[in-house]
């Protein structure tokens, strides 16, 4: 009864009282705010705090005993990748999602997830967004635990991976083709990443750029930019990365030439192999995390607020990246 005497005046009110135009711009203003409200719900409602820390909270659990390659632990962490890309509506990009090879007797699987471009040349051309999900398995012991659990080193990249993956999934906004590329063997010499920059050069992908995130689980320092990016000076890479972001969010850090970090990531095989802008980005700067290789790299380290930030801001980038009409991203 109220639905109907609602409905009553609302009918009386506009045939008698309000003028034609009024309700046009009314209708005009409902269109600007459920336009707002589409753009803002975009970013909450694909990269959202409480996917991130579900999916971090699984792939750095005990239950996952530090995702060793070769082991049990990192067998249920490819099978979670793996639901994750499939129940998104990501295809694999090979006969399945695993890319497997070997290191002596030990089997190791990649897990490759594949969204097609849609536009009918640009989709010819690839990146990647990578990251390696396995981790040292134990560490030294600390108050009874040993489970190197790799929270941030490198949980916190590989969830990354996968929330954009499923943000590609449901916005198809990529002109170019994108492989979501999780590395297992990384603590063994970059071996994962190594296999599928071979496998992928000797089937002639025309890989445009590669893009790996290696704990970006903490944050700087307030005066640092959020980011910074190996292998600066390599391309201009961080400079149209800002530029598409509008605002400087990868920077340069002294410290990744001194250490040498660009050749010490899963970038490296796929710049050596393409020889094209393949680098990667982090927020760890070896002053904001004491727990390298540590049993205490645990979920409660993660700063979760940073984290859900730093993958949100990253969207813009990454999506006028696979867009843009010609290479923007060059070898200097």
């Known amino acids: 009864m109220k639905i109907i005497l609602s409905c009553m005046l609302v009918i ?18 409902k269109k600007v705010s459920e336009e707002k409200i589409k753009k803002n719900e975009t970013l909450n409602t694909y990269i959202n705090q409480s996917d991130i820390k579900s999916s971090l909270e699984y792939l750095a659990s005990d239950e996952l005993e530090g995702r060793n390659t070769g082991s049990i632990g990192i067998e249920k962490a490819a099978v979670f990748i793996e639901d994750f890309l499939k129940n998104n509506n990501i295809k694999p990009y090979f006969k399945t999602y695993r890319d497997t090879f070997n290191i002596g007797d030990i089997v190791g699987y990649n897990v490759v997830g594949y969204i097609e471009g849609n536009n009918p040349e640009l989709k010819n051309e690839f990146v990647i967004l990578g990251a390696h999900y396995d981790h040292i398995g134990d560490a030294k012991q600390v108050n009874g635990d040993v489970i190197a659990n790799g929270a941030n080193d490198d949980a916190s990249g590989t969830v990354a991976v996968l929330e954009w993956a499923k943000y590609f999934s449901k916005t198809k906004n990529n002109k ?20 599928l920059a071979e496998r992928l050069k000797k089937e002639n992908l025309n890989l445009y750029t590669m893009i790996n995130f290696e704990m970006i689980g903490v944050p700087r320092a307030e005066n640092e930019i959020i980011a910074y990016i190996t292998g600066y000076k390599k391309s201009n890479m961080a400079e149209k990365l800002n530029q598409y972001t509008k605002e400087d969010i990868i920077g340069f850090l002294p410290k990744a030439k001194s250490y040498n970090l660009f050749m010490r990531s899963d970038n490296y095989p796929f710049y050596k192999a393409f020889g094209i802008p393949a680098q990667a980005i982090s927020t760890f700067d070896f002053t904001n995390f004491d727990y390298y290789h540590h049993v205490d790299d645990e979920v409660d380290k993660i700063d979760f607020k940073h984290i859900t930030n730093f993958i949100n801001k990253m969207i813009p980038a990454l999506t006028s990246m696979v867009n843009t009409s010609t290479k923007e991203i060059q070898m200097n």
């Open 176 to 195: 170019r083709s994108i492989l979501f590329t999780l590395y297992a063997a990384e603590e063994m010499g970059l071996k994962g990443s190594g296999h």
């Open 12 to 29: 009386a009110f506009i045939s008698c009282g309000t003028p034609k135009n009024a309700i046009e711009v009314n209708t005009e203003n």
